[in-house]
């Protein structure tokens, strides 16, 4: 078995979270769960894990969690910042305020829990840092823009930690999934619908929702959140981790394609039935 490592995994109440932190069990790691709904870690609390309260929007819970766990540790080896929002609707029709507040959790929170683990992580001379990303992190779509900014971001932000933590031994790595199936995409076709579903976007709104409806279906070939789990795993078992992961249905695809075609090109292919 590979060293036990100390991790912690926010949005570990569901999906991609709840996936990773119960593989970390299962390889021997001791992890804390991070995430609002405490009562939805159940299964992780049964499985050997410590789950525990945080909103990654709150300072004061993210600095009481990574207080709690240095206490009982002494260290934290390995950070995964999975939690995150999504928010879908033309750029004219979304209100700034949640735009404000995807940013507040997808990229500020996480960058605040990175600014409280690297102290412990540069005088043990090792560590791991996963941002979970997304493809939506290279490409982007119709009707999403403030969650493929953040994305976006985000990829930037981790290509900069990497190069500046990577003399301390610390590792930086972005894992880019797919089409997963999870809760996080359950209510995308509503909200396409309330946010732009009845002004000049509504064609464009109902023809994305029909589109959500169907990419995560019973029917749905979307990838099962474990594969991005074993991902993660794999990431920080490794001794020497890829900078970048990508895994999941359609993932490989569409970045190949966002990358060889040009972008009036991407952009024809994308709203061609819109």
Known sequence: MAERKVC??????SGIG?????????????????????????SLRAAGGHPIAMDVSRDADVEHVVRTILDA????????????????????????????HLFEVNLFGLARLVQLVL????????????????????????????????????????????QEVGRFGVRVVLIQPGIIKTEFEKGTAQELRDV???????????????????????????????????????????????????????GKMLLTLNRVLSDRAWDRMVTRRL
């Not at 912690?8 to 109440?13: C, R």
């Not at 593989?23 to 009562?39: Q, S, T």
């Open 73 to 100: 540790q002494g260290r934290i080896d390995v950070l995964v910042n999975n939690a995150g929002v999504g928010l879908h609707g033309s750029i004219e029709d979304t209100p700034l305020d949640k735009a404000r």
């Open 119 to 162: 102290p412990s992580m540069r005088t043990l001379g090792s560590g791991t840092i996963i941002n979970v990303s997304s493809i939506g992190g290279e490409i982007a779509l119709p009707l999403g823009a403030w969650y493929y900014a953040s994305k976006h971001a985000l990829e930037a932000f981790s290509d900069s930690l990497r």
């Open 8 to 13: 912690l995994v926010t949005g570990a109440s």
């Open 196 to 250: 732009s579903g009845h002004g000049a976007y509504a064609s464009m709104a109902e023809a994305m929702a029909k589109r959500a409806d169907q990419a995560f279906s019973g029917e749905s070939k979307a990838s099962e959140p474990l594969v991005v789990a074993e991902a993660i795993r794999e990431a920080i078992d490794s001794p020497s981790p890829k900078a970048r992961y990508v895994v999941g249905y359609l």
């Open 18 to 42: 709840l996936a990773a932190a119960l593989e970390l069990v299962r390889a021997g790691h001791i992890v804390y769960g991070a995430a609002r709904r405490v009562e939805r870690m159940d």
